[in-house]
């Protein structure tokens, strides 16, 4: 995506496991961000245990926000000739590769990178591991060298690199991160005074903006922050890609906030114990991926019935069962939403980004409150792994609404109806131990003070309660903004989650062209704002639906809402959809 | 044949040549064609016209590298062969990676011959084989006022008219040995130095230089140099072009334990002692039985039907190289015989 009016360079640094491809990515990032570029992330590693495979960060840099990592790359760092030759077809036109010019041995036909240098392409070989013996005596440091060398060849501030190589190893020792400097100098000086440039990547050793608010963050590390920062104490969950990271940071930070960390046998225990933290009145949650969330299934149903507060994020993955556990996807919704049995309703939220990964988990804890209820946060492998430049969220985050929290008044305990129907839906909750207010919280239908009652009449008051609160959330929740262009449209683009990035970034392209476009993009993905839809859908010549998915499962929502047939994006390229496959599809549209 | 790997070194107009006859005789094998040149295959005798601007790069390409891959033919440009092992059949490339041949073709070409007498200032000098030369050339003639051509080729003669066009002064100093491949009498040297001052350059006969010095350049900021010459001529010039003409471009073979003459030596099927290796073009010494001699010839036109013949056998056919028509060059009314150099305007 090189932009050369701006700065828009998208890098892949890519190894063995032990290269250190991704620790010069993380150097990389957070030396740009500090710079005051924007970036965006994404580490890729297959699925296998790490130590056998390749690793790639690939990183996104740019003088604009960033709506998405970029499909294909400017850069190649090749760390690992045999990994990184198969990364190849992931070049842009004129990309730019960097290799190791002087390997201790004569490698096998077709097994380096500098063989396969076409026209079209831009080779600099640099001795990365003979600098790095220089530097350090082991080759251990050919991602520090590298990292000069970039920075020579593109003219990236290099003491904003240093002081991120420094701030990392001074942990280990001084001694240590010397040696790195000096051989991040080394590249620096072997691109300087030894290569000609050749490509027209040119930071211009250009500062656009040092910032020290700026925060280098997963989608991830949103979420466990937002745990944190919204008073989670109790957070009980089984690894699995790509949720473990949640609990990784939750077991260290958790427990300093008088939380608890349980790591259960599965996760129908993970959700069994939210769900008694939940009832407890503590604000609880769960973190897992699509197999996971399928084995929650039914404990979701009684936390629906029993009207207890739960979070649950699940990370969506390639599937179904096992799948794809390193590759990213949006197939979950259906079981999001329709997951459930009986008539099971359950709001569903959908970040677009890693900022919005954390505004939406301390909302979510809102709403599960409000309106007592579960709710799932749909994340995806992408989006909980990428990492961007963001500055923290704060104050208290009303654009997504405000929550009253409703809790029975002790002193009106007689006659405790825990279940009372209300003109919204809500009935004010207590919490257990609060004397006079304890009722019994089942899975069974029942009446008003929760004690079992299967007869027909109650158990249609009593649904009709459920999703009566469902659609008091609907109408307290802001409806989607239509962006782009206003009144009659050559194509509306609708999206949800990690996709929004990619539409967003279609809807900029195509508003350089003579094509009016506007997007609509919810983040409550149920119960869907159905009006907004109509009305946007009722604007739209065409109208397209963008989503990782095969299915269509939100297209087939979207449809059953605008009771028309919508141009759907629906692939699973186990990677985000590149924006230019939206920009293809809608350039290719009748206006 | 499946299993054959055919490799060639060079990518000019003799190992093109060959491609196309391998292709289509051997349409199953493997051919690695491997060049030192990170561009496409192109016509040399045009490099002038990127000098002058006249060309943009891409119009001298002949082949672009979409066409080797339609052929499936694996193109390995900007890549050095250096060193070859014949035993075990392999390449050592610069950039560290082995490449294996069951039979091998060598196309490498010539390069700029520098006398002996002249090799102390090999720093100094200009010269143009390939693109990057051009380039360079090219980028070294913007401050450029005066350049100082010595030696003589034909290569040369075609520069010497591009400067001129472009607006340079040139001095050539033409050597009497060197005007390659053309044996000057004294007679023709006078014509040439006539026709080349009807066409505004300053020609000096019977001359050579005994020594160049960096100096500040004629424009401001520019570097120059000062040229003294044997009879004591003192010369200020910005750019010193040097045109001794080609030999073949072998250093790299010496350890092989190929037969190194000037070229590679090769029988008149283009095969060399060792029966699985071949050479074609500008690099190849050729057993001629006619004149029980071998011989070394430097063209565009030869080094084709060189190419073309080397292929023949190593599919196994049995074809000769004969010596190829000889062209003349027409300068001026001036005809003079150039061997196998075919005259291209
Ligand atoms: C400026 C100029 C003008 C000319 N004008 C004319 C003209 O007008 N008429 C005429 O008949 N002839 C002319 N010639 C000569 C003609 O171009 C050559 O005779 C012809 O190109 C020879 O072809 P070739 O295939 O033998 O070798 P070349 O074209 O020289 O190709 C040699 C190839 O070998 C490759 N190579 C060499 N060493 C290695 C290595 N170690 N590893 C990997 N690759 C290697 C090179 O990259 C190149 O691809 C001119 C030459 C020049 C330089």
């Known amino acids: 995506m090189t932009e050369l009016n701006g700065i828009d360079v998208t890098f892949r640094i890519c190894g063995a496991a032990g290269d250190g491809s991704l620790a010069a990515g993380s150097f990389l990032n957070r030396a740009a961000a500090r710079m005051g570029y924007h970036i965006m992330n994404i580490d890729l590693y297959p699925a296998e245990i790490r130590g056998f495979g390749k690793s790639v960060a690939h990183t996104r840099i ?108 001074t942990r280990k020792s001084e001694e240590i991160a010397e040696s790195n400097i000096r051989a991040f100098d080394l590249g620096l000086e072997y691109a300087n005074t030894r290569l000609v440039k050749a490509d027209a ?95 929650m299934s039914e404990f979701l149903n009684l936390a629906v019935m029993a009207e207890v507060p739960v979070v649950v994020v699940n990370g969506q993955r390639g599937g179904p069962s096992t799948g794809l556990p390193t590759k990213t996807e949006q197939s979950d919704l259906n079981i999001a939403v329709f997951g459930g049995s009986g008539d099971s309703p359950r709001p569903v939220l959908a970040p677009a980004d890693v900022t919005e990964c954390h505004k939406l988990t301390v909302k979510a804890f809102e709403v599960a409150e409000a309106f007592q209820t579960p709710v799932i946060l749909l994340t995806d492998l992408f989006l909980a792994n990428r990492v961007e430049d963001i500055t923290w969220p704060e104050g ?7 929550y009253e929290n409703r809790i029975a008044d002790p002193v009106a305990a007689e006659d405790f109806k825990r279940f009372v129907i209300t003109p919204d839906g809500v009935s004010p909750r207590s919490i257990p131990g609060t004397p006079g ?34 659609n008091t959330l609907r109408d307290a929740w802001p409806a989607p903004v239509p962006e782009g262009a206003d009144g009659e449209l050559d194509v509306g683009i609708i999206s949800w989650g990690s996709t929004i990035g990619s539409a967003r970034e279609a809807l900029e392209h195509l508003h350089t062209t003579d094509m009016n476009a506007g997007g609509l993009f919810p983040r409550l993905i149920w119960p869907l704002h159905e009006d907004a839809l109509k009305e946007f859908s009722s604007r739209s010549r065409n109208l397209i639906v963008a989503e990782g998915n095969y299915s269509g499962q939100f297209a087939n929502m979207v449809e059953a809402v605008v009771c028309r047939e919508v141009i759907r994006i629906t692939e699973i390229p186990a ?8 920009i293809e599809v809608a350039g290719g549209l009748n206006r | 044949m499946a299993s054959e790997h055919y490799v060639i070194i060079g990518n000019g107009v003799a190992a093109n040549a060959a491609v196309d006859i391998l292709r289509q005789g051997d349409p199953d094998s493997r051919i690695t064609v491997i060049s030192r040149e990170f561009f496409p295959f192109y016509y040399r005798h045009k490099l002038r016209f990127v000098i002058s601007e006249e060309l943009q790069e891409d119009q001298i390409v002949v082949r672009p590298p979409a066409h080797y891959r339609e052929q499936n033919i694996r193109l390995r440009l900007g890549q050095e062969v250096q060193r070859v092992d014949l035993k075990e059949k392999t390449l050592y490339l610069k950039h560290m990676e082995k490449v294996h041949f069951t039979r091998l073709l060598l196309c490498c070409g010539g390069w700029p011959r520098i006398p002996e007498v002249h090799y102390t200032y090999r720093h100094h000098f200009t010269i143009v084989k390939g693109l990057s030369h051009a380039r360079e050339f090219k980028e070294k003639l913007a401050g450029v006022k005066r350049v100082l051509m010595v030696g003589g080729d034909l290569v040369s003669l075609r520069i010497t008219e ?34 080349l001052t009807k066409h505004g350059a300053e020609v000096l ?41 080609l030999v073949p471009n072998v250093e790299f073979l010496f350890s092989s334990g190929l037969d190194i003459d000037r070229g590679i030596l090769v029988d008149d099927h283009l095969q060399s002692r060792n029966p699985d290796v071949y050479a074609a073009g500008d690099c190849a010494q050729i057993w001629n039985p006619a004149i029980n001699n071998y011989w070394v010839s430097i063209g565009w036109e030869n080094a084709r039907l060189l190419g073309e013949v080397a292929a023949r056998n190593m599919l196994g056919e049995s074809a000769t190289a004969g010596a190829p028509k000889e062209s003349a060059l027409d300068y001026e009314g001036l005809k003079i015989n150039t061997s196998w150099w075919h005259i291209y305007d």
């Open chain 1, 437 to 470: 207010l304890h009722y019994p919280a089942t899975g069974l239908e029942h009446d008003e003070r929760g004690m079992p009652e299967y007869s027909p009449e109650n158990h249609l008051r009593m649904t009709e309660k459920r999703y009566l609160k469902f």
């Open chain 2, 162 to 195: 591009t400067l001129l066009r472009m607006g340079r002064e040139v001095l050539f100093l033409i050597d009497r040995d060197s005007f390659w491949p053309l044996t000057l009498t004294d007679e023709i040297r006078t014509e040439f130095a006539e026709r």
């Open chain 1, 201 to 295: 990547i040119d930071f211009e050793e250009r500062v656009p903006g040092a910032r020290d608010d700026v925060v280098i963050v997963s989608g991830n590390e949103a979420v466990a922050r937002a745990c944190l920062d919204a008073g989670v104490r109790l957070y009980a969950g089984y690894p699995i890609t790509p949720a473990t990271k949640i609990m990784e940071i939750l077991a260290k930070e958790l427990p300093k906030q008088g939380g608890v960390v349980v790591q259960t046998e599965d996760e129908i225990s993970a959700i069994g114990h939210i769900i008694g933290g939940g009832f407890a009145g503590k604000r609880s949650i769960t973190a897992t991926s699509g197999p996971g969330l399928s084995l």
């Open chain 1, 396 to 402: 208290d985050l009303a654009i997504w609404g405000r």
């Open chain 2, 205 to 245: 006969i019977d001359d050579e230089i005994t020594g160049i010095e960096e100096v500040a350049g004629i424009e401001e900021g520019t570097s120059g140099y000062e040229v003294t010459t044997r009879r004591e001529k003192r010369i200020s010039c910005d750019l010193v072009g040097a045109f001794f003409g």
């Open chain 1, 575 to 582: 990677g985000p959809i590149p924006s230019e496959r939206i």
């Open chain 1, 62 to 169: 740019s003088d604009r926000p960033v709506q998405t990592p970029g499909s294909l790359a400017d850069c190649l760092v090749s760390l690992n000739d045999l990994h990184a030759i198969t990364e190849l077809d992931t070049l842009a036109e004129g990309a730019v590769i960097l290799y190791d010019s002087k390997p201790p041995n004569y490698v096998e036909e077709d097994e380096a990178i500098a063989g396969f240098i076409e026209p079209g392409m831009i080779g600099y070989g640099i001795p990365l591991g003979e600098l790095s013996s220089i530097a350090t005596k082991s080759a251990r440091s050919r991602n520090i060298v590298a990292l000069g060398a970039l920075s020579g060849i593109f003219h990236l501030p290099s003491e904003y690199l240093r002081d991120a190589i420094r701030e990392r190893f």
